[in-house]
């Protein structure tokens, strides 16, 4: 199974979850209140896999302030 978004929450600079989703199941401000509320994590990081012949990450940090 492929994953296009990674969804790693970082406590004290240590990953304490990592989630991954389809395409089709893109993670929004919902679902990243939903983690924050339930891990409670320092740092919430979207990696998003592109399609491109590199398979580069492109990585975005959420600001858990505005959640």
Known sequence: MLYKY??????????INDQYY???EKPD????????DQYH???IILN???DDE?????KE?????KL
């Not at 401000?29 to 924050?36: G, H, I």
């Not at 590199?54 to 492109?58: E, F, G, R, V």
Request: glycine share 0%; no cysteine.
């Open 6 to 15: 990674h969804v790693a929450l970082i406590k004290e600079q240590i990953i």
């Open 29 to 36: 401000n919902t679902e990243y209140k939903r983690l924050l």
């Open 61 to 65: 940090e959420i600001d858990i302030t």
């Open 41 to 43: 994590p320092d740092q």
């Open 48 to 50: 998003t896999i592109e």
């Open 54 to 58: 590199l398979n580069s990450i492109t």
């Open 22 to 24: 389809k395409l089709e």
